[in-house]
Structures are given as structure tokens and as C-alpha cells.
């Protein structure tokens, strides 16, 4: 049953939203101005929100009918509904439990600091929520990539670090701007083997709505804004020179790129993974013990 549980919330991914908050704390320790409680408390909340947000997209997805005949490689969800791991009620119940534990815990971090802690997370839950929920359907709208990069990124790394400092950051902006490309990485490359199944239900993502070609070409500049985003922040931010080693991770994304293009997607899609680690890591040391 435990196996089952990790397989439905889809654990092992939910380092898309660890490493950025991670990352968030990092800077607040880099800054010194590190609160250990504040960070602790926000970034489990955060990691609650990702994982009601992986248990509602296998739910209303799988309401929608958007899932392959057979699951193959680690693209279409966990499949948690259709093994009967579970019953889809079970994972709309978890999920809503999930997204109410998060916001329980933000709710109490606005009492010990201020209200727009829980703006914040409401924000988060709702973007987490509304991805795959309908009237919304983020996902289903060819809004899916951008929510995805600000929900993972900006929004994510912001509310950590206000949570942690009770301020926001113009550098944490860029930062978290090349770290939620990492992520959005993963689910564009993800998106192309599902290209058939997302159009039959009509699920509008870049490459199902516009073709293999456009999510190329998506995938390539939102790599050259992210790494350029991180080179700003030393530019134009203070933030140390040491930083730039994390552009081992945009070097990887440059690969899946790659391979992407030579129609190798779940290739690719390891790459993307590797980067988001390994680019997520090392920006983290780097703030930490300005190696």
C-alpha cells in the first residue's frame, strides 16, 4: 500500500518544487537573513500543494479521458486510477486533503507574520488546482506552460522567501526565473509523447495545439532566458560569481534540446531531469558556501 501512495503522489517528482524552495532558503542564508521555523513550515506547504496538484491532474485527467491505453516510460500520469491502485474518489479526496494541509500551514504562517503569506499560497494551490480543474483547465487552454513556469518558479520562490525573510527579493526574481525553466523543461518535453492522446481530448498544450515544432523552439528560448536570467543575476544583482556554475544544468537542457529534436523525448526528458538536479543543486552550494 506505502508503494502505492508514493506511486499516486508521484513523490520522486516533487523535487520540482523542493529544489526551488530549497534554493529560496539558500538565498535567505546567503543574505543572513535565514529563519529556520518560517522555512521549514513553507516549504513542506509547498510541497503539499505539488502533491494535491499531481493527485487532481491524475483525477480530472482521468475524468477527461486524457491518458494513454497503456502507460509507457514515465509520461501520463501515475495511473494510480487506472491500475485501481486507487478509486478516483481516493485521489480527488487526497487531493483536496493535500491542498488544505498547505494552506493550513500558510494560514498559520500569516498568523506569525503577515496576511499576504496566505495570499501567496492561495495563489499557488489555486494555479496547482485549476491546472487540470474545470471551469479553468489551465492545462487545457494552452496556458499550462506558463502557469507551470510562474506557479514553479516566481511564485514558488517568492512566497519560500518572504515566508523565511518577511521581504522579497529582485534577485530571487531571476533566479527563480532559471530554475522554473528547469522545470518547465520537464513537462515540455513530456508533452510530445502524449501529442495523440492530448488532441483526442483536447487538451491544448504547445505541441499538441501547435506541433512538435513550436515546442522546440519553446523549449530552446525559454533555455536561453533562463541562463540568462542567472548570468543577470550576478550582473546586475551582487549575487556571487559562483552562482554561475549552476549553467551546468542549462547545459544539459541544451542536450535534451538535442535530442528533443532528434525525436528522442524520453531521452530527453532524463536530461531534463539531471539538469533541474543537478542546476538546482549547485546553485544552492553555491549560495550557501559561495564555493
Same mark, same amino acid.
Given at each position: 500500500?506505502?508503494?502505492?501512495?508514493?506511486?499516486?503522489?508521484?513523490?520522486?517528482?516533487?523535487?520540482?518544487?523542493?529544489?526551488?524552495?530549497?534554493?529560496?532558503?539558500?538565498?535567505?542564508?546567503?543574505?543572513?537573513? !535565514?529563519?529556520?521555523?518560517?522555512? #521549514?513550515?513553507? +516549504?513542506?506547504?509547498? @510541497?503539499? &500543494?505539488?502533491? $494535491?496538484?499531481?493527485?487532481? /491532474?491524475?483525477?480530472?485527467?482521468?475524468?477527461?479521458?486524457?491518458?494513454?491505453?497503456?502507460?509507457?516510460?514515465?509520461?501520463?500520469?501515475?495511473?494510480?486510477?487506472?491500475?485501481?491502485?486507487?478509486?478516483?474518489?481516493?485521489?480527488?479526496?487526497?487531493?483536496?486533503?493535500?491542498?488544505?494541509?498547505?494552506?493550513?500551514?500558510?494560514?498559520?504562517?500569516?498568523?506569525?507574520?503577515?496576511?499576504?503569506?496566505?495570499?501567496?499560497?492561495?495563489?499557488?494551490?489555486?494555479?496547482?488546482?485549476?491546472?487540470?480543474?474545470?471551469?479553468?483547465?489551465?492545462?487545457?487552454?494552452?496556458?499550462?506552460?506558463?502557469?507551470?513556469?510562474?506557479?514553479?518558479?516566481?511564485?514558488?520562490?517568492?512566497?519560500?522567501? !518572504?515566508?523565511?525573510?518577511?521581504? #522579497?527579493?529582485? +534577485?530571487?526574481?531571476? @533566479?527563480? &526565473?532559471?530554475? $522554473?525553466?528547469?522545470?518547465? /523543461?520537464?513537462?515540455?518535453?513530456?508533452?510530445?509523447?502524449?501529442?495523440?492522446?492530448?488532441?483526442?481530448?483536447?487538451?491544448?498544450?504547445?505541441?499538441?495545439?501547435?506541433?512538435?515544432?513550436?515546442?522546440?523552439?519553446?523549449?530552446?528560448?525559454?533555455?536561453?532566458?533562463?541562463?540568462?536570467?542567472?548570468?543577470?543575476?550576478?550582473?546586475?544583482?551582487?549575487?556571487?560569481?559562483?552562482?554561475?556554475?549552476?549553467?551546468?544544468?542549462?547545459?544539459?537542457?541544451?542536450?535534451?534540446?538535442?535530442?528533443?529534436?532528434?525525436?528522442?523525448?524520453?531521452?530527453?526528458?532524463?536530461?531534463?531531469?539531471?539538469?533541474?538536479?543537478?542546476?538546482?543543486?549547485?546553485?544552492?552550494?553555491?549560495?550557501?558556501?559561495?564555493?
Amino acid at each position: 500500500m506505502l508503494q502505492k501512495l508514493v506511486n499516486a503522489l508521484r513523490l520522486p517528482f516533487l523535487i520540482a518544487s523542493f529544489l526551488p524552495a530549497a534554493a529560496a532558503g539558500a538565498l535567505a542564508v546567503h543574505d543572513g537573513n !535565514f529563519s529556520a521555523w518560517p522555512f #521549514f513550515v513553507s +516549504a513542506f506547504a509547498i @510541497l503539499c &500543494a505539488h502533491a $494535491g496538484t499531481n493527485l487532481a /491532474n491524475d483525477y480530472f485527467d482521468y475524468k477527461a479521458g486524457n491518458y494513454p491505453k497503456v502507460k509507457k516510460g514515465p509520461t501520463g500520469g501515475s495511473f494510480a486510477i487506472q491500475n485501481r491502485d486507487f478509486a478516483a474518489g481516493q485521489i480527488y479526496k487526497m487531493s483536496i486533503a493535500c491542498f488544505v494541509l498547505s494552506l493550513g500551514l500558510f494560514a498559520y504562517l500569516a498568523t506569525q507574520s503577515s496576511p499576504l503569506i496566505l495570499g501567496l499560497g492561495i495563489a499557488g494551490v489555486a494555479i496547482g488546482f485549476f491546472y487540470t480543474a474545470p471551469p479553468v483547465k489551465l492545462g487545457y487552454r494552452l496556458l499550462g506552460e506558463m502557469a507551470t513556469f510562474v506557479g514553479m518558479g516566481p511564485l514558488l520562490f517568492e512566497t519560500v522567501y !518572504f515566508a523565511t525573510t518577511g521581504t #522579497f527579493s529582485t +534577485a530571487g526574481l531571476l @533566479l527563480s &526565473a532559471f530554475l $522554473g525553466v528547469l522545470v518547465l /523543461n520537464i513537462l515540455l518535453a513530456a508533452q510530445i509523447p502524449d501529442i495523440e492522446v492530448d488532441q483526442a481530448s483536447r487538451k491544448h498544450t504547445i505541441s499538441a495545439k501547435l506541433g512538435p515544432s513550436a515546442l522546440y523552439n519553446t523549449f530552446l528560448l525559454a533555455n536561453i532566458f533562463g541562463a540568462l536570467a542567472l548570468v543577470a543575476s550576478v550582473a546586475w544583482h551582487g549575487m556571487p560569481t559562483e552562482i554561475l556554475v549552476a549553467l551546468v544544468g542549462s547545459a544539459l537542457a541544451f542536450k535534451a534540446y538535442s535530442l528533443l529534436t532528434q525525436e528522442k523525448p524520453l531521452e530527453a526528458l532524463g536530461y531534463c531531469l539531471n539538469a533541474l538536479q543537478i542546476g538546482g543543486i549547485l546553485l544552492i552550494l553555491a549560495l550557501i558556501l559561495k564555493i
